[in-house]
Nanobody, 125 residues
């Protein structure tokens, strides 16, 4: 079972920045897609950004131009640089991974098997 551990969450004022990190416990790159999702209590988990095995990125419309998703050279760890944060970005952010997924065509929670425990991001006015 792959272990994903998120870090980097915190509290910032609107307009501020945070960088989330997701470290994977797996020992080798095996063609994984990785992605960030977020969830607010009472709402469905929604996709934020992700990277496919072809290194192509995908973003939700509401974060385009503000968030950037990257991987390290091993392709086993995932990052999310979040700039110009808004109060509506407040949520628990989760890292997810799925092996042998090919291109990342969509950001749907049901497409991912492995999940981290989440890191809280709170943006105040």
């Amino acid at each position: 079972q792959e272990l994903l551990v998120e870090s980097g969450g915190g509290s910032v004022q609107a307009g501020g920045s945070l960088k989330l990190s997701c470290e994977s416990s797996r020992h080798s790159y095996s063609g994984y897609c990785m992605a960030w999702f977020r969830e607010v209590p009472g709402n469905q988990r929604e996709g934020v950004a992700g990277i496919g095995t072809d290194s192509q990125t995908k973003y939700a419309e509401f974060v385009k131009g503000r968030f950037t998703v990257t991987q390290d050279s091993s392709k086993m760890n995932l990052y999310l640089q979040m700039n110009n944060l808004k109060p509506e970005d407040t949520a628990m952010y989760y890292c997810a991974a799925e092996p042998w997924c090919g291109s990342l065509r969509r950001l749907e929670p049901d497409d991912f098997t492995h999940w981290g425990q989440g890191t809280q991001v709170t943006v105040s006015t």
